[in-house]
């Protein structure tokens, strides 16, 4: 009996369970670049990690993008001190 080394476990962390959102796959498959990995700081400081699949990972994408531009408008709009 043979045994192979290399291989991962994939699970989404976006609930509900849904289409391709597991995967085990060896670590040099062209599939394991589709799984990514996300890294937020909530708003009491607290860094988490959560794993998306592709078409989570899609849709986190354009959220993140809707904040970073939320982000920027708040920095670029200080109410002016008064002299």
């Known amino acids: ?3 192979d080394d290399g291989y991962s476990s994939y ?9 391709n959102d597991q995967a ?3 670590d040099t498959a062209p599939q394991a670049s589709e799984w990514h990995k996300i890294q937020r ?3 009491d400081g607290t860094p988490i990690e959560r794993w998306l699949c592709a078409a989570c990972y899609k849709e986190y994408r354009a959220l993140a993008e809707r904040q970073d531009a939320e982000f920027n408008a708040f920095m670029a709009s200080a109410t ?3 002299a």
């Not at 699970?11 to 289409?19: E, F, L, S, V, Y």
């Open 1 to 3: 009996m043979a045994k």
């Open 11 to 19: 699970d989404c962390d976006r609930d509900p369970a849904h289409d």
């Open 24 to 26: 085990y796959l060896k």
């Open 41 to 43: 700081v909530r708003a």
């Open 80 to 82: 002016p001190k008064e």
